[in-house]
């Protein structure tokens, strides 16, 4: 389907490409912004009024530590820095799409499938680390002897379709909502396109928060000691 005019298209790069290139651009000058208040540790004890690049970068980092905390727990720490990039970055490139000339990378199969195999690659690593190579991949043994090989084809099934399902779900969510609101906003101007726009950008957090959840559940029974 059409979009019309976007600030992308015309780039030697693909568009889902660039807009993602753009929203890690962004989200480096924010983290550059805050940086400086959050290394001074004096500074970082006061606390700043209102809305600022700082408060909204606490809240994140709170709010990304608790749900580590509550679906990893033990060494839970570790992993908040891949949960946050994963939950910013989502959500920034699903709200994009709700600004006009932008289409959210979120919306390109490509983009998402590679978010899926970083969540992949990341927990399993993570169990790697927290039981070595040998202790990791015997988890896909099973318990049982006797049903080892049955075992281990279907963890290999399980494991190899967690990134496409990241993937799709990403995908499929946010391609629906940039088209509806695409459609309506092109049928009707005024009151209709703002209700969308407000369903649009609630879309954007519930799947930010999905995709971070779930890459977190993987990490927590990748890292977990009795399986």
């Not at 709700?98 to 992949?120: A, M, Q, R, W």
């Amino acid at each position: 389907m059409e979009h019309g005019y976007t600030w992308l298209h015309d780039l030697p790069i693909p568009e889902h490409v660039a807009t993602a290139l753009l929203v890690a651009l962004l989200l480096c000058v924010f983290a550059l912004r805050v940086w400086p208040k959050l290394a001074n540790t004096e500074a970082a004890l006061q606390p700043e009024h209102g809305v600022s690049a700082r408060n909204i970068a606490e809240v994140v980092v709170e709010f990304i530590s608790g749900l580590a905390q509550g679906v990893i727990g033990h060494d839970y720490e570790r992993c908040v820095p891949l949960l946050a990039a994963f939950f910013v970055f989502i959500l920034l490139s699903n709200l994009i799409g709700l600004v006009p000339g932008f289409v959210p990378p979120t919306s390109n199969f490509n983009t998402t499938l590679g978010l899926g195999l970083i969540s992949f690659l990341a927990y399993n690593a993570y169990g790697m680390r927290a039981h070595g190579v040998g202790g990791h991949l015997k988890e896909l043994l099973g318990p049982v002897v006797w049903i080892a090989p049955l075992m281990l084809v279907v963890e290999l099934f399980s494991h190899a379709f967690r990134p496409i399902s990241l993937g799709i779900r990403l995908f499929a969510n946010m391609f629906a909502d940039h088209e509806v609101v695409s459609i309506f906003t092109n049928l009707t101007k005024l009151v209709i396109p703002v209700l969308f726009y407000l369903l649009g950008a609630f879309v954007a957090v519930v799947q930010a928060f999905v995709f971070t959840m779930l890459s977190a559940i993987y990490i927590s029974l990748s890292m977990a000691h009795d399986h």
